[in-house]
């Protein structure tokens, strides 16, 4: 099940960590800063399992979860570390095992790289990106995956746990592979993907009320936004086949969007026809945040990491800047121009 090629030496397949679980252990699962569908589906279906194993189990989540995400089962009993400090850093040190759950750099939970960095017990990891840290004792990780709630699957088929898969498990693993997947359309979606799905449905699981949690329960105010956002703000740039758009903290403000609420609208640019790559950057707190996205051959993963301190996959990823918001625009055009002649080429071979 271990891929090698992108295994980390050091670290030791994930089934190994298996004879440690024939215990009862007091368990941490965590995810990455602002988790998406994927990192709470991945940690709560892992939660349910482990529990249903006679494990005591605890999700910490480093901060706090966006409101669509919340009909999941138990996310109500995650805790939110930089709500709850104190407590989180004790549960973390009487635990013996923590699974990491869809990132695989300590760095990507901000607020609790350091209690992570400092953890005395076993580290495991399942993910999905590239690029994994050394960090890790037990783990697993394949880019090929649609999803890291695929993963948490295919860990419990390995377990030879199939049959104690539950509606609720199955829920949260649907979620998470659905949206990572843009609903079953974007490349890493395999026939095992689909096969999963079944299996699921077989487990009780009903897709649509899933779908509808997610994607059609926004406020009034994001609906207003999207269409500001695409009227107003998308820059074209037809000789890169590139799509800007950039909001500023005033226009968040203004429309009293929280970091949930901007999530996908990266993806709308794509639909046009000659545009191949997307970037949504907008102002927060401390930094201007960026997602990339793309279709087809171009790596917009490479594009992150070369030019913006970020990573993901090779055709969504995400990064930061610590320049202004006018300083990373000219930047991120600079890089436009410098690469126009990889996303002709990209264009073409999408065709
Ligand atoms: P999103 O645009 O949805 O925030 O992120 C898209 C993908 O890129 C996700 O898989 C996410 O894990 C990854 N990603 C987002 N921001 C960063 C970052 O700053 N560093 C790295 N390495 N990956 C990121
Ligand atoms: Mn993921």
């Not at 030496?9 to 990455?32: C, G, Q």
């Not at 997610?214 to 009034?220: A, I, L, T």
């Not at 917009?300 to 006018?326: C, I, M, P, Q, T």
Request: net charge negative; with cysteine; hydrophobic share 35%.
């Amino acid at each position: 099940m271990n891929n090698p090629s992108t295994l980390h030496s050091s670290m030791k397949p994930i089934e190994e960590i298996l004879p440690l679980l024939a215990h009862p252990r007091k368990i941490v699962i965590t995810h990455h800063y602002n988790p998406d569908a994927d990192a709470l589906g991945s940690t709560l279906a892992l939660y349910h399992y482990l529990t249903v194993k006679g494990h005591s189990c605890t999700v910490i989540s480093p901060n706090s979860m966006p409101d669509f995400l919340l009909w999941m089962p138990d996310a109500d009993k995650v805790m939110i570390y930089d709500q709850q400090i104190a407590q989180s850093n004790e549960v973390i040190k009487e635990s013996e095992i923590l699974f990491c759950l869809d990132f695989n750099q300590v760095s990507r939970t901000k607020v609790m790289t350091q209690v992570l960095n400092d953890y005395a017990g076993i580290k495991v990891m399942i993910d999905h990106h590239l690029f994994p840290d050394v960090t890790f004792d037990y783990g697993i990780s394949i880019p090929e995956k649609s999803s890291t709630c695929e993963m948490v699957y295919d860990f419990i088929n390995a377990s030879g746990d199939n049959q104690l898969i539950t509606k609720m498990m199955a829920q949260c693993i649907y979620a998470g592979t659905m949206t990572d997947t843009g609903s079953f359309k974007f490349s890493c979606t395999s026939s095992e993907t689909h096969r999963m799905v079944a299996d699921l449905m077989d487990k009780g699981l009903v897709p649509a009320p899933v779908h509808q949690a997610v994607f059609d329960n926004y406020q009034e105010n994001r609906l207003r936004f999207l269409g500001y956002v695409l009227s107003e703000k998308m820059m074209i740039f037809p000789n890169q086949h590139t799509a800007l758009i950039a909001i500023s903290r005033e226009e968040l403000n203004r429309y009293k969007i929280n970091t949930g609420d901007s999530e996908g609208i990266v993806n709308f640019p794509l639909s046009i026809k000659n545009i191949i790559f997307s970037i949504f950057i907008s102002e927060r707190e401390s930094e201007i945040r960026m997602s990339f996205r793309s279709k087809g051959n171009l790596d917009v993963n490479e594009f992150a990491r070369k030019y913006f301190n970020g990573g993901g996959h090779a055709n969504a990823a995400g990064g930061k800047s610590d320049d202004s918001l006018s300083e990373t625009i000219e930047k991120i055009k600079n890089a436009l121009n410098e690469n126009e002649s990889l996303f002709k080429t990209c264009y073409q071979e999408s065709l």
